[in-house]
């Protein structure tokens, strides 16, 4: 009896280590991750979903193929990827539903700074929305705080090619955000 729970420990330990990895992985990006998510896909319960669905995705890949070499990387990598997926889907249902003139309402408030800063964040959504999708996903994984190699391992372009890309996405908001109405103190 000893021995089968001596072996059933040594069984059980390198599923203790891959689930104590697991945690420490999910503790140190899940919250930058979702606010990526959230950020690029502009809807907060998608974040959540998404953000779901990539650690379900990154336990399959722990328990089956093994801890990806970059894992931040691979986590954006496939948390951008789970967004762009879910525009396509949403955008083939959305245009059978929604007419193309409708926009959702705005909550009036009485407070002027919560009010500027409403305005803001729908400048720098708008803006956003407006750049194209490789110089969207550089700018906010720029912003996240990923290296230039991880970066383009999540893009799957040239490392050499970030640095261009980051600055390009950079001017290209910023003429976004003018061309919004941005150049009337909203960004400071």
């Given at each position: ?92 249902t959305l245009a ?7 926009t959702p309402p ?64 950079h001017d290209r ?16």
């Amino acid at each position: 009896m000893g021995e089968a729970c001596r072996v059933l420990n040594l069984t059980r330990q390198p599923r203790q280590g891959l689930e104590a990895r697991f945690r420490e992985t999910y503790d140190a990006y899940q919250t930058a991750l979702h606010r990526y998510v959230a950020r690029l896909s502009a809807d907060a319960s998608v974040a959540d979903d998404v953000t779901q669905e990539m650690f379900v995705r990154l336990w399959k890949e722990m328990t089956t193929v093994g801890e990806p070499e970059n894992v931040r990387a691979w986590l954006y990598r496939v948390a951008t990827n789970l967004v762009i997926d879910r525009g396509h889907r949403q955008r083939r249902t959305l245009a059978f539903i929604l007419p193309s003139t409708f926009t959702p309402p705005d909550l009036p408030s009485r407070d002027p700074d919560v009010e500027r800063d409403l305005l803001r964040r729908q400048l720098v959504r708008r803006a956003l929305e407006r750049l194209p999708e490789p110089m969207r996903q550089c700018l906010l994984l720029h912003h996240e705080g990923l290296t230039g190699k991880e970066i383009a391992l999540v893009l799957g372009v040239k490392p050499s090619y970030v640095g261009t890309l980051v600055i390009r996405a950079h001017d290209r908001f910023r003429r976004e955000c003018d061309a919004l109405g941005g150049a009337n103190g909203l960004l400071g």
